[in-house]
Every structure is written in structure tokens, then in C-alpha cells.
């Protein structure tokens, strides 16, 4: 298992967990809503691990088709809000673009291409109040495109940097 199947498997099961002990606790008491949080902590963590690991394999794969052949900056899987729903997929970060791919298993599968001098600032703020993982590009046209990424401070960097070398 390598680092971040762990990180995905610990922060998405120990939240789903937490929450599930809590309902399960509720209905049928305190040690069967801790033995039942537990399980379906593991198993979602598991679940969704997996599905991030099998995905990030795919996006790599496919990563200079999606960029047209351009050096690749930073990468990594994202949810890109279109309305209510948070289509899950993958960002990529070259010199001059940032670009969202979909996954198949979305309603609004879709392709997202910004240039980067389109954008005129970048917001960050956090999911519940406390997870540090919401990216807002807001464009020169009053447009905003919001992202959940993993390592939101890295992506805030490596985009600041790209925009002050156009």
C-alpha cells in the first residue's frame, strides 16, 4: 500500500465512520453504533481507496492526450462543481492551462480547459468548515469554477507560479 491509498483510506473512512457510529449508536446503542462505525469506516475507506488508486492509474495513463502533449505541472484527482453536483475527475495544471477530465461514472461528464491568463484570482476555503480542500478559480469574466483537490496548498503554489511566469 503506498502513502496516499492510506491517506485516502484513513480520511475517508475514519469521517464516514465517525458519522455512521453516530447513527448506528443512535438506533441501536453506544457499543454496537462504535463495532458498526468501525466496519463501515474500513470498508468505505477500502472501497474508496481502491477506486482512487484505479483512477489515478487511468489519468496518468492518459494525461498528455488530455494536455495535447504538454508538460504536465501538477496533477490530481478533483471534484469540479457543475451546479449541485461535484463531478469527480481528475485536474491538470500545465504552464498555460488548467484542465479538468471527468470519470464516466458522473451525470455531467465533461472537459474543462481555463487558460491561465483567464484567471484573475484563486480562493481556497474548506469543506464542513474544517477540511482544507476547496479551490476557487474566479475568471476575468466574473465566472467562478470550484474544485475539492488533495493538497489544496500545492495546487494554490504550483498555480500562482504558473500565472506569474505568462
Not at 62 to 82: M, P, Q, R, Y
Not at 147 to 165: D, M, P
Request: charge should be positive; hydrophobic fraction near 50%; include cysteine.
Amino acid at each position: 500500500m503506498n502513502k496516499e491509498f492510506l491517506k485516502t483510506f484513513f480520511s475517508a473512512g475514519a469521517l464516514f465512520g465517525i458519522i455512521m457510529g453516530l447513527f448506528f449508536g443512535m438506533i441501536n446503542g453506544i457499543f454496537a453504533g462504535i463495532c458498526l462505525g468501525v466496519i463501515s469506516g474500513f470498508s468505505f475507506g477500502l472501497v474508496i481507496s481502491a477506486f482512487v488508486q484505479i483512477q489515478s492509474r487511468k489519468f496518468k495513463k492518459i494525461g498528455a492526450e488530455v494536455t495535447h502533449g504538454k508538460k504536465i505541472v501538477l496533477d490530481g484527482g478533483a471534484n469540479h462543481f457543475k451546479g449541485a453536483e461535484g463531478v469527480g475527475g481528475w485536474l491538470y495544471l500545465t504552464s498555460e492551462e488548467v484542465i479538468f477530465k471527468s470519470h464516466a461514472f458522473n451525470i455531467q461528464s465533461h472537459e474543462t480547459v481555463i487558460p491561465l491568463d483567464k484567471i484573475a484570482e484563486i480562493k481556497i476555503g474548506s469543506t464542513l468548515g474544517f477540511i482544507p480542500n476547496r479551490l476557487q478559480l474566479v475568471l476575468k469574466n466574473g465566472v467562478i469554477e470550484r474544485f475539492v483537490v488533495f493538497n489544496r496548498n500545492t495546487w494554490v503554489e504550483q498555480l500562482n507560479s504558473a500565472i506569474s511566469s505568462l
